[in-house]
């Protein structure tokens, strides 16, 4: 999926926040995070004005600390261009009014920049459960997420019982794309845990997707 994208210089990641620790929405302004290919440099300037724009998110390396969704992106994006800062949001379990509060100030702030910045977004889809039920459910969300229906998406997780674990920061992302006026969404590949290990009974969903 990343070879679809033309990188610019600036990336706001959101990911979830796996773990009880910290801040519920958490940013790190400063400094950089280190991968084997070297460090990737948070943009300082690009995160101050997501802080003064969007009271909820903290300050917080904890919540950071021990998680992994937004790290591993980071190697995918210095392969394809080393020379990027990037801004980390971890979002834990909050709710859909707060979740909208988050996007539409992203949405302001990316209106706002004289810079490209790239939105990325990432989530694993449905849980551990077999690969038929798991298919079945994850493709349930991403008739939401192609129409970028935020509240819909939101929904139908709760109601289908989807363990989506970036819930959150696809709520925040779909409203920010619908304010800046994204139209399309493309599903570029979508498999389980399960296409790969052989191992049916019990598979992790992946959805590689684009929004323009």
């Not at 139908?156 to 674990?165: A, G, P, V, Y």
């Not at 493309?186 to 929004?211: C, H, K, W």
């Amino acid at each position: 999926m990343y070879s679809r994208i033309a990188l610019p210089k600036k990336i706001l990641i959101l990911g979830v926040r796996h773990f009880p620790r910290g801040e519920r929405a958490a940013i790190v302004s400063s400094g950089a995070w280190r991968t084997p290919l070297g460090d990737a440099e948070i943009d300082a300037p690009l995160a101050e004005m997501l802080r003064e724009a969007c009271p909820q998110l903290r300050e917080d390396s904890v919540a950071h600390s021990g998680e992994h969704s937004l790290e591993v992106q980071l190697p995918f994006l210095q392969v394809l261009d080393a020379g990027f800062t990037f801004v980390p949001v971890a979002l834990g379990t909050i709710q859909f009014e707060e979740l909208v509060k988050v996007g539409e100030a992203i949405a302001r702030v990316l209106a706002a920049s004289s810079e490209e910045v790239l939105l990325l977004t990432t989530s694993d889809m449905n849980h551990y459960e077999d690969d038929a039920a798991t298919r079945l459910k994850d493709q349930k969300a991403i008739e939401k997420l192609l129409v970028l229906d935020a509240r819909g998406l939101y929904d139908t997780c709760s109601n289908e019982k989807i363990s989506m674990c970036g819930l959150g920061p696809a709520v925040a992302m779909l409203t920010a794309l619908k304010i800046l006026g994204a139209k399309d969404a493309e599903l570029v590949r979508y498999a389980t845990s399960g296409d790969v290990s052989g191992e049916r009974d019990a598979v992790v969903g992946y959805a590689g997707m684009i929004f323009s």
